[in-house]
Nanobody, 122 residues
C-alpha cells in the first residue's frame, strides 16, 4: 500500500520560512513525478510545484516562483518544498502527490498524502 506522509507544516509569521517534507512508502518513485498542491478553505486545490523523477525538471505556479523551491532525495524516497518569504495568502493545507511512471512533463496525482497545514500570520 502506497503512503505519502507530509510533515513540516505549522504557524509562521509573514516573511518567514518553512520546509515541507513528503516521505513515500510502499513503492519507490525514483522514476516518477512528485510534487505539491495546496487548498485554502473554500477554494479549489491548486498546483504548486512538481519535480521529475531524476530531479532535472521542475515546474512552479507563477505565484510561488522565486519563493518556493522543490527538491527530492531519491535515496530517501522523499520530496521537499522549501518555502521562503511566506505571505498570509500562502495559508492552506499542503498536499503531496506522486505519479506512476509516465512519459509526460506533468504531475497528475495518482497518489496523495493527507496534507499538512501551513498558516502564515500577518
Amino acid at each position: 500500500q502506497v503512503q505519502l506522509v507530509e510533515s513540516g507544516g505549522g504557524l509562521v509569521q509573514a516573511g518567514g520560512s518553512l520546509t515541507l517534507s513528503c516521505a513515500a512508502a510502499g513503492r519507490t518513485f525514483n522514476n516518477s513525478y512528485m510534487g505539491w498542491f495546496r487548498q485554502a478553505p473554500g477554494k479549489e486545490r491548486d498546483f504548486i510545484a512538481h519535480i521529475s523523477g531524476g530531479g532535472g525538471s521542475t515546474s512552479y505556479v507563477d505565484f510561488v516562483k522565486g519563493r518556493f523551491t522543490i527538491s527530492r532525495n531519491n535515496a530517501k524516497n522523499t520530496v521537499y518544498l522549501e518555502m521562503n518569504s511566506l505571505k498570509p495568502e500562502d495559508t492552506a493545507e499542503y498536499y503531496c502527490a506522486a505519479d506512476r511512471p509516465h512519459g509526460g512533463d506533468y504531475l497528475r496525482g495518482d497518489y496523495w498524502g493527507q496534507g499538512t497545514q501551513v498558516t502564515v500570520s500577518s
